[in-house]
């Protein structure tokens, strides 16, 4: 579990014990639900990262919505993360965090495609040497924060964390024309662990 989670459980596990010693048990009973929950939802597994030097992972646990083809020959996949994916992400490749963009927004549902657009989000750029990817960090309707964890300049492995989304969100992974793209509209794939592409 992320430390994120302590700001949101020390609230709910003092309102939970105030009704218990109250005499509200079905209140009680439901933040303590709630407890679970958040326990749950900030949850970080460990994850085993692929060996290789010319391999990009999926930045997030979720299901692939969308593959398509940018004007300018890059390739965009796009990963869709319900409240019930671990919503800690991770950098596709290893480098060095050369851009990080935030944008305010609105709060669509994560699966619509126009969400890419408009929804608040983090865009951060990693330049492995080679290779150059994009990810952004979408806020859904439900999730209203987009966090990052790094700072431009920081030097990123293949895999490690990098930040997170609150409560239902979007991933959309940009790569050059280059990259061997592996995966399939309707897969799940698993941050850190899952292989999106390979490139020369």
């Known amino acids: ?17 105030v009704s218990v010693a109250a005499g509200f048990e079905y209140l009680a009973c439901l933040l303590f639900i709630l407890v679970l929950f958040t326990a749950y939802f900030f949850r970080n597994p460990s994850r085993r990262i692929p060996e290789g030097k010319n391999l990009v992972v999926s930045p997030a646990d979720g299901r692939i919505v969308k593959i398509a083809s940018l004007e300018n020959g890059e ?12 919503h800690v992400n991770r950098s596709p490749i290893s480098g060095e965090l050369k851009k990080l963009e935030y944008r305010r927004g609105r709060f669509k549902a994560a699966f619509r495609e126009e969400a890419s657009a408009v929804n608040e989000q ?3 750029t990693v330049d492995g040497g080679n ?10 309707w439900i999730a209203r924060r987009v966090v990052c964890w790094k700072k431009p300049g920081d030097i990123l492995e293949k895999g490690e964390t990098v930040g997170m989304i609150r409560f239902g969100s979007r991933v959309d992974v940009i790569v050059p024309g280059k990259v061997n793209v592996s995966v399939k509209v309707g897969e799940r794939v698993v941050g850190g662990s899952s292989i999106l592409g390979d490139y020369p």
């Open 122 to 124: 983090n865009i951060l």
């Open 75 to 86: 390739r965009c996949i796009s990963i869709f993360l319900s409240i019930f994916d671990v």
């Open 1 to 17: 579990m992320i430390r994120d989670a302590y700001k949101f459980l020390a609230p709910l596990l003092a309102l939970g014990i």
């Open 131 to 140: 290779i150059q990817v994009t990810f952004k960090q979408i806020a859904g």
